[in-house]
């Protein structure tokens, strides 16, 4: 019987979190955030006290949740502690127990830390967190053949470029995006990815900026007349 009640909980905790990220789909991060609380109150203990491992990683989600609700709001501090909070968890389950199905999700983690402590103005601290999502995604990517990921690689790639640029180091910057439009110019062209192509026009943009910031006049031009030709298709 307690067994049974047991599993009625983590039903009930499975069940917040469903909504929650419903919640969160529909932009009402006040309810996505209580939510969530109500599904970490019922797997923190199973999970804390009572080692239940099936149950972890549904943990880690719901501080991952919650923390996309609270940088919703506009508590980027709030939302760093909660990040920390599903990175431990997820460092366990992947470099310990060797869950490295959840590879790209610790991934993620750091990514999110990583544009939450750059939206609150530290770039450098920014810059270290995103050198780790490379790490995790250039692995996964290049050395493990998950192709499939490689939209995530050249997110990081743009992410960590915008950092740098914040603190002025805009040949880094170039050099960064030129590694996103490469895998993007792959997806979008070779594979079809259409979905893909505002990213692209993106990059190409936000690489004219950097080149601007050089004096580099008519580069800049050209890679602006690339994100026109890309955005009029």
């Known amino acids: 019987e307690p067994e049974g009640r047991r599993q009625l909980a983590i039903d009930l905790a499975t069940t917040y979190l469903n909504q929650a990220a419903e919640g969160r ?6 309810a996505t955030m209580a939510l969530c ?9 199973l999970v804390t006290q009572e080692g239940r491992q099936e149950v972890v990683n549904e943990l880690a989600k719901a501080y991952m949740t919650k923390a996309n609700a609270v940088v919703g709001l506009g508590d980027h501090r709030a939302a760093v502690a909660l990040y920390d909070r599903v990175i431990e968890i997820r460092e366990r389950l992947v470099n310990q127990e060797w869950r490295q199905e959840l590879a790209s999700d610790l991934a993620d983690a750091y990514m999110n830390k990583a544009n939450a402590i ?10 270290v967190l995103f050198d780790r999502v490379l790490e995790i995604y250039e692995r996964l990517v290049n050395r493990e053949g998950r192709w499939e990921l490689a939209s995530n ?11 740098v640029h914040t603190f002025g180091d805009n040949h880094g910057a170039v050099a960064l995006f030129d590694r996103a439009i490469a895998i993007l110019e792959r997806l979008v062209n070779q594979e079809g990815r259409r979905e893909l192509a505002s990213e692209l026009a993106n990059a190409y943009m936000n690489k004219a900026n950097a080149v601007s910031f050089l004096d580099n006049k008519l580069t800049a031009v050209a890679l602006y007349d690339r994100v026109i030709e890309i955005r009029e298709r």
């Open 118 to 127: 750059l939206t609150s103005g530290d770039g450098r601290k920014a810059v």
């Open 37 to 45: 609380d109500r599904a970490i109150k019922i797997y923190e203990p």
């Open 25 to 30: 789909a529909l932009g009402d991060d006040h």
């Open 153 to 163: 690689l050249a997110k990081a790639y743009m992410n960590k470029a915008v950092a």
